[in-house]
């Protein structure tokens, strides 16, 4: 009997740290590295400045760990006359910088 305690806790003393480390790898994932978000406005301020008369760049940048978008950092710009908020990244196929934009109302265009 003493044996089955034994392995039975060896058992579940694996899984937990196995599943803290599971957990420890996932949030690492999710957080967004400082310098590339600098970065990614870094390239958006030129970008935006010779483009768009009316857009200022905003300092959020976002962050798509889950590939949802073709970038991995985007910078956020919004244009001040119509409220058109756009990210401004460098897309990950091309490397060309590109625009993408929603309307206040949630839509992508």
């Known amino acids: 009997m003493k044996r089955f305690w034994k392995w039975g806790l060896i ?3 694996v899984l937990v740290v196995g599943m803290g480390g599971l957990v420890f790898a996932f949030n690492q994932s999710m ?3 400082p310098d590339e978000e600098a970065k990614a406005i ?3 301020e030129p970008y935006v400045a010779e483009r768009f008369d009316n857009a200022e760049l905003t300092t959020e ?6 590939g949802n978008f ?3 950092y ?7 006359v119509t409220g058109t908020e756009f990210f401004v990244y460098a897309d990950e196929t091309t490397g060309k910088l590109s625009t993408r ?4 109302n949630g839509k992508m265009t």
């Open 31 to 33: 957080q967004s590295d």
């Open 70 to 72: 073709p970038f991995e």
């Open 74 to 80: 985007a910078a956020t710009a919004v244009d001040a």
């Open 42 to 44: 870094q390239l958006a």
């Open 11 to 13: 058992a579940i003393g």
């Open 61 to 66: 940048v976002t962050f798509d760990n889950m």
């Open 101 to 104: 934009s929603w309307h206040r």
